[in-house]
């Protein structure tokens, strides 16, 4: 009976474990939007919010998160939101998308429409806010 309950325990403590909450790879051209339902393609506009209980929701344009997160308070409380970093060069370069810094230009031409680019620093910022003379924003100013 011991023996059962310890197993019992570790078999717990492994579920626990493989329940925490992180960021889920995208994979390009097989997965569609949890918002629009268009397959994810662009991989410079990517974005994914991780739920409390570890679910990812994948989308296709950070507008679409934005949305999503906004009309589904139940599921995003508490949620990861990342977005892809634009520019990098690695489309499996993610941030925190409440640290994010945002462009909104039609330079993007981002697959939705909402044409934001996500950045994670204030240098990379720097370089095409004032060509396009636009100002930063954050998160909670996406709409």
């Known amino acids: 009976m011991r023996r059962f ?14 329940c925490k909450p992180q960021f889920e790879k995208i994979e390009y051209g097989k997965e569609a939007c949890s918002h629009c339902k268009m397959t994810i393609v662009d991989a410079r506009f990517a974005a994914e919010m991780v739920t409390s209980k570890g679910r990812a929701y994948k989308f296709d344009d950070i507008l679409c998160m934005k949305q999503y997160a906004d009309n589904n308070a139940d599921q995003s409380n508490n949620a990861l939101f990342f977005v892809a970093v634009y520019g990098s060069g690695n489309k499996d370069e993610f941030t925190d998308a409440k640290r994010a810094l945002y462009l ?28 396009l003379n636009v100002q930063p924003i954050a998160w909670e100013a996406i709409q």
Do not use: C
């Open 104 to 131: 909104k230009d039609d330079f993007f031409r981002s697959p939705m429409n909402g044409n934001y680019a996500a950045f994670s620093t204030t240098e990379a910022v720097k370089k095409l806010k004032d060509s």
């Open 5 to 18: 309950i310890s197993i019992a325990l570790v078999l717990q403590l492994i579920l626990l474990a493989s």
